[in-house]
């Protein structure tokens, strides 16, 4: 499996706070079955000013600490990046970066507050040649009211990343019911751990591959995990991905609540 969301750089965000957190998150992150990571620090002006320049070198630091702990997990760059007014310019510039110098990056939307003219925002990044994956959006407290908003940015190409803990009810019962309504209705295109601590945010996807595998099925669970996240570190176009898959109709989400999407 590859998790293409993880705050395991040591003292960068919020995340592992040292290397001694992040040597014990990747090896549990192998233990886990994930092969690869996407080292994601936060990019949120005024909070965490992190970049690519910085990025990449205490990723290639993180490598040279796995090499001598003889941990067996490929690391790349790319970053959680926070809706802000300069961020297309800063991708256009290379100091935000992509996932592995792709065409696609995590877009993080505020938790809180829905940013307004967030369509707009988001779409000026696909016409620039982006593929924004937005995360976490089932944890979004503002989701309900704006639910439809997350239906259309997904059905012109923007990328849903659902985070493996939400569908398992490990960020309560609201993310796990929007996570579990998203996948129903085939609306999500990635798995990721958005893991920032051994204890409190482990980095754990299979648990929730095997939660995804209950509604969408096996086929469906590996891409989540495994094909379309390597179709990411190999930048193909969305349309050579394997489409979105959804439960077979009616869905259970439908069946389990009686309402259509």
């Known amino acids: 499996m590859i998790d293409l969301h993880c705050h395991l750089?040591?003292?960068?965000?919020?995340?592992?706070?040292d290397l001694a957190?992040?040597?014990?998150?990747?090896?549990?992150?192998?233990?886990?079955?994930?092969?690869?990571?996407?080292?994601?620090?936060?990019?949120?002006?005024?909070?965490f000013e992190n970049d690519s320049a910085g990025i990449r070198a205490q990723v290639a630091a993180l490598r040279q600490a796995f090499a001598e702990a003889g941990i067996a997990l490929e690391l790349t760059c790319g970053a959680d990046a926070h809706v802000s007014p300069d961020?297309?310019?800063r991708l256009k510039a290379g100091t935000v970066p992509t996932l592995n110098d792709s065409r696609y990056f995590l877009l993080e939307p505020p938790h809180h507050v829905a940013p307004p003219n967030f369509e707009g925002f988001v779409f000026a990044l696909v016409a620039a040649g982006y593929v924004p994956v937005v995360t976490h959006p089932e944890r979004l407290s503002w989701i309900e009211d704006h639910y439809k908003t997350f239906c259309r940015l997904s059905d012109r190409g923007v990328w849903m990343q659902v985070t493996a803990g939400s569908l398992t009810g490990r960020f309560g019962k609201a993310a796990r019911y929007w996570g579990e309504r998203m996948l129903d209705e085939g609306r999500v295109d990635l798995l990721a751990t958005d893991a920032h601590h051994p204890e409190r945010r482990p980095p754990l996807l299979a648990e929730g591959r095997e939660a995804a595998a209950q509604w969408v099925g096996e086929a469906e669970a590996t891409h989540l995990v495994e094909t379309r996240p390597l179709g990411i570190l190999r930048n193909l176009a969305p349309d050579a991905m394997p489409p979105r898959g959804r439960a077979p109709a009616p869905g259970l989400w439908q069946r389990l609540f009686g309402r259509a999407a």
């Open 21 to 47: 957190a992040s040597l014990a998150m990747a090896r549990m992150a192998v233990d886990d079955g994930i092969t690869a990571i996407a080292c994601t620090p936060h990019i949120y002006p005024g909070m």
């Open 87 to 89: 961020l297309l310019p």
């Open 9 to 17: 750089l040591p003292g960068n965000d919020d995340g592992a706070p």
